[in-house]
């Protein structure tokens, strides 16, 4: 191997013979000054069109559509043009034309022997818009655009109406084929070019679609309301597109907010008004319009623009779009106090799934590559982060009903994605090893889930004797410790940090939420065990509550039962029975014993202090037991899942004055209560 920085040979290195080498020299050929090709004009853009159109396929075909409408766009956006024609003819003809001041046709300075138009037409980097001179802001800056759209066109035709008289020059494949023509008179100014694109570059295969085209006018329109933009196309081009029209003007007062209340027709949205604006930036750097509404049904996009250029890729410009509308929506919710749920909150929540526009117009704007794809003027983001964030914050304190939707929905959507972000790691966990049983959990014996019982039981007493009561064959036990997490109120955060719920779940093994799978859970029946009292009922309750939300369809599958343990233990000469409650215990009292002796009553103060054998004939053993199945409560399976519903978040939810008003509801029953 030769030495990277020298000619010597690496050592070890064989030597070649210098004849040799001089053979296989000759074979690679000399590199002479002759070899050095130096492409003139605008043979760069026809030797390769990919690095000033992105290619030459249908979309790099429309661009030259788009290379000369933003060049019509940016005199309506100066100012000095208030309408543009787009005519779309047979042949794949396309003409272009505006009221503006029109291209200048004195000779050039640099060129004296060829004027204005002929120099814009057919030299790169020839324009007006590399200094604030002529256009404060514009979309073209390279001066490359017409002349790239001239180098491509197998004809291109460019008449200007300056001064009542109209000029003419021909072009063809990036060259000018006709002097510049001074004509007769006109009563119009402007700059109207006709092009066709040369089939050697894009092969006489593509054609200009009407849609696609009509879709860039039309996008135009909007982004400017201060311009009239007509369209027509040939009727046989259209071959039965019934949504393209043959002639249509478009205007649009409202700009952007007219737009997404066009594509937004007919669909359901989470707040009705849309977060809309537009304002100048400080110093007169240009100025930002956005619209932005959150539709229900969560399918949304973003379409930006830089000065009526599309920025597919984004760009700095919707970094502080974005960054604008998470910093207003915590704002508010510190300003209201919401605290639970807005830690975990980021941009996603906010606009994902959010139908977004966005166009700003600012000075000597930096893109990605000549197709300007992606906005990267570091500028950009400051601006527009400043002062959306300022309006979306008189936006949001200005209508709190609808502000409360939005923010409500966020904290939601953050708490959705961390409860994914948990499946996902829960799956990763099956994927990899085998279900790590939790170390509390005594499992039954039986392989198959036909037949077995899960025991869920209050803490380590109660689970020391259900071990000891059960049916090793087909019952479990997992013992939790006290009163588990209020899932209806808490984080997901919350709920991947609860070891005892991580647990329970782990010992199902069926997974949670649109994860669920019936044929994965480990246990025919799945029973609450608490004690008789009630400390116990709000354990069952949470736990209930748990299944309800995170495995619904374990519940309506009829998997989810409550075992009905005594409080009382009432003995007599041999006789011995349970009473459920203290109403229970004196009817027993009544109809069970004489009353010509001594009943002893014994109250259990839970179920770790009861017998297993006990517990076992009152509570575990199928042949005696009582259980209650849970179910969804209504005649009606819909209604009866909305008033389940409405219950739940009433009593289990994060709003504590819903419960204070169940209360006062309901406060009149309770001495009806059989307790």
């Known amino acids: ?116 138009v002929e120099v814009i037409m057919t030299t790169l980097h020839a324009g007006g818009k590399f200094s604030d001179k002529v256009y404060q802001t514009s979309g073209g800056l390279h001066g490359v655009g017409a002349s790239v759209v001239n180098a491509l066109s197998s004809e291109l035709t460019v008449e200007i109406a300056r001064d009542r008289t109209l000029y003419t020059q021909t072009f063809s494949r990036g060259h000018a084929t006709s002097k510049l023509i001074k004509g007769g008179s006109v009563n119009r100014r402007g700059t109207t070019v006709t092009f066709t694109p040369d089939t050697q570059i894009f092969g006489k295969e593509l054609h200009f679609d009407p849609a696609t085209a009509y879709r860039m006018v039309r996008s135009k329109a909007y982004l400017f309301e201060g311009v009239r933009v007509r369209w027509a196309c040939d009727k046989e081009l259209l071959k039965g597109d019934k949504d393209t029209p043959v002639e249509e003007e478009l205007h649009f007062e409202n700009g952007l907010t007219d737009y997404l209340n066009h594509v937004l027709t007919g669909r359901k949205r989470l707040i009705e008004p849309l977060f809309s604006g537009k304002a100048d930036f400080a110093g007169g750097e240009g100025r930002v319009e956005w619209a932005i509404c959150w539709p229900d049904n969560e399918d949304g996009f973003f379409n930006s623009y830089c000065n009526t250029i599309p920025t597919p890729e984004g760009g700095t410009h919707e970094q502080g779009f974005k960054s604008a509308l998470l910093r207003g929506i915590k704002s508010y919710a510190d300003m209201t106090n919401t605290t639970k749920g807005i830690g975990n909150v980021t941009g996603e929540d906010v606009w994902g799934g959010a139908c977004m526009m966005l166009s700003v117009f600012i000075k000597d704007p930096q893109f990605q590559g000549q197709t300007k794809e992606k906005l990267v003027s570091v500028a950009a983001t400051k601006l527009v982060d400043t002062l959306v964030k300022d309006h979306f914050d008189h936006w949001l304190s200005g209508d709190n009903a609808n502000a409360k939707v939005l923010l409500e929905t966020v904290i939601t959507r953050a708490a959705e994605r961390a409860r994914k972000r948990l499946d996902q790691d829960m799956s990763r966990k099956s994927a990899t090893k085998k279900l790590r049983l939790p170390g509390k959990l005594t499992d039954c014996t039986k392989a198959t ?227």
Do not use: W
């Open 1 to 116: 191997m030769a030495d990277l920085f020298g000619d010597k040979p690496a050592r070890g290195a064989s030597k070649k013979p210098a004849k040799e080498k001089k053979q296989a020299e000759t074979k690679r050929g000399d590199y002479t000054a002759k070899d050095i090709e130096v492409l003139e004009g605008l043979e760069p853009v026809r030797r390769r069109p990919g690095m000033y159109i992105g290619g030459t396929d249908i979309t790099a075909l429309h661009h030259l559509i788009a290379e000369i409408l933003d060049n019509a766009m940016d005199e309506a956006v100066a100012g000095h043009a208030t309408t543009i024609e787009v005519e779309l003819r047979a042949g794949d003809t396309v003409i272009i034309r505006d009221n503006g001041r029109g291209m200048p046709i004195d000779p050039h300075p640099k060129y004296p022997k060829k004027s204005a």
């Open 449 to 675: 889930p036909e037949g077995t019982e899960l025991f869920i039981v209050e803490g380590d007493s109660a689970g020391g004797s259900a071990k000891q009561a059960r049916s090793r064959e087909t019952q479990a036990v997992l013992p939790l410790r006290g009163k588990i997490l209020n899932v209806a109120s808490a984080t997901d955060d919350k709920l991947r940090a609860n070891q005892e719920l991580q647990d329970l779940i782990e010992a199902l093994g069926c997974g949670i939420r649109d994860k669920y799978n019936d044929a994965k859970l480990r246990y025919e029946k799945i029973i609450i065990m608490t004690d008789a009292d009630v400390d116990g009922a709000h354990i069952a309750s949470l736990l209930m509550t748990f299944f309800y939300r995170e495995m619904p369809d374990l519940i309506q599958n009829g998997h989810l039962f409550l075992a009905l343990p005594p409080l009382y233990r009432l003995s007599q000469r041999g006789t011995t029975v349970y009473a459920m409650t203290d109403a229970h215990k004196d009817q027993l009292m009544k109809t069970k014993f004489d009353g010509r002796g001594k009943v002893e009553v014994s109250r259990f103060k839970g179920l770790g202090e009861m017998p297993p054998s006990q517990l076992k004939e009152t509570t575990m053993d199928p042949a005696r037991r009582v259980l209650l199945k849970i179910q969804v409560f209504g005649n009606d399976e819909k209604s009866g899942q909305r008033a389940t519903a409405k219950l739940v978040e009433q009593l289990m939810g994060r709003k504590p004055e819903e419960r204070f008003k169940f209360i006062q509801e309901n406060a009149k029953f309770a001495a009806d209560l059989d307790v």
